[in-house]
């Protein structure tokens, strides 16, 4: 047993002082260190620094390992010029190691994500996924727009679902993605839906990311027309809008970007009881727009999408990103709610057990340290985001990683 002491620890009710944590790998009680301390005589006492705070481990609900490679190769400011610039270097994936990869991965750590989303569009990143210490959604991304190699493209989807199945754990957790609207033909999107109904997996997919999307899947024209002609001979969506999102109605899913969605689109999703990963600094360099949080009904989280598409995978310089870029909101709601938005909320989405300081969850916490001492605890989320780099402390499962 160990007791972890803090000046503040963030709980589901706000920050709270004067407390501690008794841990193994689950929370086994939250009280003040003299009331613990009797409780487990024999507990090893962590002490931290004047003015840190335990926060649960942080969650980044979406991101894409195999793009870690990229610094400077792809087009940025507007999506169909960069997915252009993907589709041209597709040997990137290829040439993306285990070592970049695992960089990757510990960027996120420092930055205190305990657990992670990850998109795998190939399998590339199973090993590194597997091996973190981190907890991982590993999600099998399918795609594929041509009906006559639909059953090829599906075949070996199902031999990556079943390879990362073998390394289901407490720690890792096999789901399912399907890619988006213009890239996944119909037949795909129906056999990997029924695959999540069956086993229970959960389901992501990117949607309405860029207004070249929605002029394709609302229209069948705008830059996607040229775009499929060019490179696939394809002269009409695969699906529409309302096709694609009425294909999920009966299992709830973590869409990706919805950037470009009307308030209708929405409004339905929220009656279905989807949820939407946000991510700014993707949607900023893609010329997608801003997904407006504040106005939302439906579960959000922060994701810093990959490395294709962003600078860098620390969660704290994403949400400072969503601080400025939410400029007309409420600076400390929007504070709180970003905060959320990496902690119960993806938690709930991703059934993870962990992202709340409770008794029986995951000891996952990721410790932050402020310069100085907060004026009041209403501020302290604000203050994370403006002064956080790195952790200084972290725990996965009850084990120190920083
Ligand atoms: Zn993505």
């Known amino acids: 047993m160990k007791i972890l002491v803090a000046d503040f620890i963030y709980v589901s009710e706000g920050y709270i002082q004067k407390k501690a944590i008794a841990f193994d790998n689950v929370i086994k009680n939250i009280d003040s260190l003299d009331v613990l301390k009797k409780m487990y005589p024999k ?60 960089k990757a991965s510990k960027e996120m750590l420092k930055s205190g994500i305990t657990s992670f989303g990850a998109i795998s569009s190939n399998g590339n990143d199973l090993k590194t996924c ?69 086993k229970k997996f ?52 973590h869409f990706i970007h919805l950037t470009n969605a009307s308030s209708d689109d929405i409004a339905y999703i929220e009656s279905k009881k989807h949820s939407v990963a946000h991510c700014p600094r993707s949607n900023r360099l893609l010329g997608c727009g801003i997904l407006d949080v504040c106005k939302l009904n439906i579960p959000w989280t922060t994701a810093t999408d990959g490395l294709s598409s962003n600078w860098s995978l620390n969660i704290f310089d994403e949400l400072r990103a969503a601080v400025m870029l939410h400029a007309n909101d409420d600076l400390m709601s929007l504070s709180n709610k970003l905060i959320q938005s990496i902690t119960n909320v993806p938690a709930k989405i991703l059934d993870l057990n962990c992202g709340v300081i409770e008794v029986g969850k995951f000891a996952d916490f990721a410790i932050i340290k402020l310069p100085d001492c907060p004026n009041v605890l209403e501020e302290i989320s604000l203050w994370t985001i403006l002064h956080t780099k790195q952790v200084n402390q972290l725990y996965i499962g009850g084990n120190r990683y920083v």
């Not at 907890?135 to 090829?152: A, C, D, M, Q």
């Not at 031999?159 to 407490?170: A, P």
């Open 43 to 102: 507990a090893e006492i962590i002490n931290t620094p004047k003015n840190s705070i335990i926060y649960p481990g942080f969650i980044n609900s979406h991101v894409h390992l195999e793009f870690s490679n990229n610094k400077t190769s792809l087009k940025y400011g507007s999506f169909v010029p960069w997915l252009k610039s993907v589709i041209k270097n597709t040997d990137m994936i290829q040439k993306c190691t285990t070592n970049d990869m695992k």
């Open 130 to 198: 597997v091996d973190a210490p981190q907890r991982v959604v590993f999600f099998n991304e399918i795609l594929g727009s041509k009906e006559e190699n639909s059953e090829t493209s599906y075949e070996l989807f199902i031999k990556r679902v079943e390879n990362s199945l073998k390394y289901d754990s407490q720690k890792f957790k096999t789901a399912i993605s399907i890619h988006s609207p213009y890239s996944t033909h119909p037949i795909l999107i129906q056999k990997a839906i029924s695959l999540a109904k069956e």
């Open 202 to 253: 959960i389901l992501s997919a990117h949607l309405l990311e860029s207004k070249a999307e929605k002029e394709w899947i609302e229209e069948g024209n705008g830059e996607f027309y040229n775009l499929y002609n060019e490179f696939f001979g394809i002269a009409k969506p695969i699906n529409t809008k309302k096709s694609f999102i009425k294909a999920f109605d009966d299992i709830p899913t």
